[in-house]
């Protein structure tokens, strides 16, 4: 499954998942950078996990489950990296929104944890809001008021 719909892809078995989605499905959400599991740019989620893209192979996920931005349905959440300048140059931030939404869907606890706490930009692959509007930006990012 891949965005919720049955897919049937040939590839060949050195093809990565981020090959396949980007250049066989034109899904280019998850982005091609350092591929070598660096940056998690390339972030979807495989069977419900999050997961580097670029180091898996498009043959190790048949069967399995495969979201990318594209298929995350929470606007709320894609609206507020963008209305609050949740990003940095914009290249990566498709990967935060889903790394992101599988914290806040699987640990709701964080937006508690973390009220207060600053995650500087420099964290592979990790983003909350920051700053002075930092508090009131994650709860934003869920409808708190
Ligand atoms: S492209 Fe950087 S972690 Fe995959």
Not at 105 to 124: N, Y
Not at 134 to 142: E, P
Request: net charge positive.
């Amino acid at each position: 499954m891949l965005n919720g719909e049955l897919r049937t892809v040939y590839t060949k078995p050195s093809e990565t998942l981020l090959f396949v989605l980007r250049d066989r499905l034109g899904l280019t959400g998850p982005k091609r950078v350092c591929e070598n599991g660096d940056c998690g740019a390339c972030t979807v989620l495989l069977s419900g996990k999050p997961v580097k893209a670029c180091l898996i192979l498009a043959v190790e996920v048949q069967g399995l489950s495969v979201q990318t931005v594209e298929g995350i349905e929470d606007q709320n959440l894609k609206k507020a990296f963008v209305e609050e300048g949740g990003f940095q140059c914009g290249f990566c931030t498709s990967g935060f929104i889903t790394l992101t939404h599988s914290i806040f869907r699987d640990f709701p606890e964080i937006l508690e944890t973390c009220a207060g706490v600053q995650v500087t930009r420099g964290s592979p692959g990790l983003w909350l809001p920051t700053g002075k509007r930092g508090k009131r930006d994650r709860n934003k990012l869920y409808g708190h008021s």
